[in-house]
Protein backbone atom coordinates (compact mmCIF):
# COMPACT_ATOMS: atom_id res chain seq x y z
CA UNK A 1 0.00 0.00 0.00
CA UNK A 2 1.34 3.22 -1.06
CA UNK A 3 -0.28 7.05 -0.31
CA UNK A 4 0.04 8.68 -4.04
CA UNK A 5 1.14 12.33 -4.13
CA UNK A 6 -1.24 15.03 -5.13
CA UNK A 7 -0.58 16.17 -8.55
CA UNK A 8 -1.71 19.56 -9.41
CA UNK A 9 -5.10 20.17 -10.56
CA UNK A 10 -5.51 21.04 -14.48
CA UNK A 11 -7.62 23.54 -16.23
CA UNK A 12 -9.88 22.26 -18.57
CA UNK A 13 -8.99 22.75 -21.89
CA UNK A 14 -11.12 25.55 -24.33
CA UNK A 15 -11.44 22.69 -26.93
CA UNK A 16 -13.21 20.02 -24.34
CA UNK A 17 -15.47 22.29 -21.81
CA UNK A 18 -16.80 25.48 -22.14
CA UNK A 19 -16.36 28.42 -19.19
CA UNK A 20 -13.94 27.07 -16.02
CA UNK A 21 -13.57 23.91 -15.21
CA UNK A 22 -10.57 22.45 -13.39
CA UNK A 23 -9.75 18.72 -12.76
CA UNK A 24 -7.74 17.00 -10.06
CA UNK A 25 -6.63 12.90 -11.48
CA UNK A 26 -6.68 10.43 -8.41
CA UNK A 27 -6.44 7.52 -10.69
CA UNK A 28 -4.68 7.39 -13.84
CA UNK A 29 -5.07 3.59 -15.16
CA UNK A 30 -1.57 2.34 -14.01
CA UNK A 31 -1.50 -1.49 -15.25
CA UNK A 32 -3.24 -3.65 -14.51
CA UNK A 33 -5.43 -1.04 -13.54
CA UNK A 34 -7.37 0.68 -16.17
CA UNK A 35 -9.41 2.66 -14.19
CA UNK A 36 -9.45 6.28 -14.56
CA UNK A 37 -10.61 8.48 -11.94
CA UNK A 38 -10.84 12.70 -12.14
CA UNK A 39 -12.56 14.81 -9.51
CA UNK A 40 -13.86 17.60 -11.86
CA UNK A 41 -14.72 21.21 -10.50
CA UNK A 42 -17.24 23.30 -12.86
CA UNK A 43 -17.94 26.67 -11.99
CA UNK A 44 -21.64 27.78 -12.70
CA UNK A 45 -22.88 27.81 -16.14
CA UNK A 46 -19.45 25.40 -17.21
CA UNK A 47 -20.01 22.14 -18.80
CA UNK A 48 -18.53 19.74 -21.05
CA UNK A 49 -18.19 19.61 -25.23
CA UNK A 50 -20.03 16.86 -26.48
CA UNK A 51 -17.93 13.48 -26.26
CA UNK A 52 -18.48 9.40 -26.09
CA UNK A 53 -16.49 6.97 -23.93
CA UNK A 54 -15.06 3.34 -25.80
CA UNK A 55 -15.86 1.80 -22.45
CA UNK A 56 -18.40 3.67 -20.99
CA UNK A 57 -18.63 6.41 -17.92
CA UNK A 58 -19.67 6.73 -14.81
CA UNK A 59 -20.53 10.09 -13.01
CA UNK A 60 -21.16 10.57 -9.37
CA UNK A 61 -21.73 14.20 -7.99
CA UNK A 62 -20.31 15.40 -4.72
CA UNK A 63 -21.21 18.81 -4.39
CA UNK A 64 -23.55 21.39 -6.55
CA UNK A 65 -26.37 21.13 -8.87
CA UNK A 66 -25.72 20.29 -12.80
CA UNK A 67 -27.15 19.09 -15.87
CA UNK A 68 -26.54 15.70 -18.18
CA UNK A 69 -27.76 15.10 -21.24
CA UNK A 70 -27.28 12.42 -24.10
CA UNK A 71 -27.55 12.91 -27.97
CA UNK A 72 -30.97 13.53 -28.48
CA UNK A 73 -32.30 13.19 -24.96
CA UNK A 74 -33.63 15.44 -22.24
CA UNK A 75 -31.38 17.75 -19.94
CA UNK A 76 -31.41 16.21 -17.05
CA UNK A 77 -30.70 18.49 -13.77
CA UNK A 78 -28.27 16.17 -11.03
CA UNK A 79 -27.36 17.23 -7.49
CA UNK A 80 -24.99 15.49 -4.82
CA UNK A 81 -25.20 11.48 -4.41
CA UNK A 82 -26.49 11.06 -7.89
CA UNK A 83 -24.55 8.55 -9.76
CA UNK A 84 -25.10 8.81 -14.12
CA UNK A 85 -24.00 5.72 -16.12
CA UNK A 86 -23.51 6.89 -19.84
CA UNK A 87 -22.54 3.40 -22.05
CA UNK A 88 -19.81 2.86 -24.07
CA UNK A 89 -20.24 5.09 -27.74
CA UNK A 90 -22.98 7.18 -25.75
CA UNK A 91 -22.50 10.59 -27.15
CA UNK A 92 -23.37 13.11 -24.07
CA UNK A 93 -21.82 16.46 -21.97
CA UNK A 94 -22.54 17.70 -18.47
CA UNK A 95 -21.61 20.46 -16.48
CA UNK A 96 -22.66 22.95 -13.78
CA UNK A 97 -26.33 24.19 -13.79
CA UNK A 98 -26.54 28.06 -14.57
CA UNK A 99 -25.87 29.92 -11.25
CA UNK A 100 -24.53 26.68 -9.34
CA UNK A 101 -21.33 25.18 -9.21
CA UNK A 102 -21.42 21.29 -9.86
CA UNK A 103 -18.16 18.99 -8.61
CA UNK A 104 -18.40 15.44 -9.72
CA UNK A 105 -16.21 11.95 -9.41
CA UNK A 106 -15.74 11.03 -13.37
CA UNK A 107 -15.09 7.40 -13.97
CA UNK A 108 -13.67 5.49 -16.78
CA UNK A 109 -11.92 2.76 -18.23
CA UNK A 110 -8.77 2.92 -20.43
CA UNK A 111 -8.92 0.95 -23.99
CA UNK A 112 -8.03 -2.48 -23.32
CA UNK A 113 -5.71 -4.75 -24.86
CA UNK A 114 -6.54 -4.72 -28.81
CA UNK A 115 -9.23 -2.09 -28.21
CA UNK A 116 -9.34 0.36 -31.25
CA UNK A 117 -10.27 3.71 -31.42
CA UNK A 118 -10.21 6.64 -28.69
CA UNK A 119 -10.94 6.60 -25.28
CA UNK A 120 -12.70 9.55 -25.42
CA UNK A 121 -14.25 11.04 -28.26
CA UNK A 122 -14.58 15.03 -28.79
CA UNK A 123 -16.91 16.36 -30.42
CA UNK A 124 -18.87 19.95 -30.96
CA UNK A 125 -19.43 22.40 -28.57
CA UNK A 126 -22.91 22.17 -26.90
CA UNK A 127 -24.41 24.95 -27.40
CA UNK A 128 -27.04 27.01 -25.72
CA UNK A 129 -30.55 25.71 -26.78
CA UNK A 130 -28.92 22.43 -25.98
CA UNK A 131 -27.75 23.79 -22.87
CA UNK A 132 -31.04 25.57 -21.83
CA UNK A 133 -30.25 29.17 -21.73
CA UNK A 134 -32.63 29.85 -24.26
Known sequence: MEIQPKTPSNKGPAEMFT????????????????LRVNMVRFSPGAHTAW??????QTLHVT?????????????????????????????HWHGAAPGHFMCHLAMWEALGEGQ?????AWAEHVIDEEYGKN
Open 19 to 34: GDVWFDVIAKGDDPSR
Open 51 to 56: HSHANG
Open 63 to 91: EGRGLVQCRGGEVIEIRPGDTIYTPPGEE
Open 116 to 120: EGPET
